[in-house]
Nanobody
Framework: QVQLVESGGALVQPGGSLRLSCTAS????????VAWFRQAAGKEREWVAS???????NYQDSVKGRFTISRDIAKNTVYLQMNSLKPEDTGVYYC??????WGQGTQVTVSS
């Protein structure tokens, strides 16, 4: 079974940028869709963005125009480029595929 591992989280100032990576232990192309979720302290986990194996991307309204999801099939990696970060983007970010378990996530903190 493919496993996904997140990385790239950090502390960043408002208005800054980060790129998160989601690396698969096997072929990323075997997954119909890969999605990014996030969970802020004391809140439910929420969907942020997803990309299908045909390259179709979708975004939560609050991140449209600021976040970009992409994939590098050769590297078996899905990325989440996050620009113009806001404090409300703070949380643990997870990547997820159908039928897979949840990983450890990567912490993103947007604060001055």
């Amino acid at each position: 079974q493919v496993q996904l591992v997140e990385s790239g989280g950090a502390l960043v100032q408002p208005g800054g940028s980060l790129r998160l990576s989601c690396t698969a232990s096997g072929s990323i192309s075997s997954l119909h869709v890969v999605a990014w979720f996030r969970q802020a302290a004391g809140k439910e986990r929420e969907w942020v963005a997803s990309i299908t194996n045909t390259g179709l991307a979708n975004y939560q309204d609050s991140v449209k125009g600021r976040f970009t999801i992409s994939r590098d099939i050769a590297k078996n990696t899905v990325y989440l480029q996050m620009n113009s970060l806001k404090p409300e983007d703070t949380g643990v970010y997870y990547c997820h595929g159908p039928g897979l378990g949840w990983g450890q996530g990567t912490q993103v903190t947007v604060s001055s």
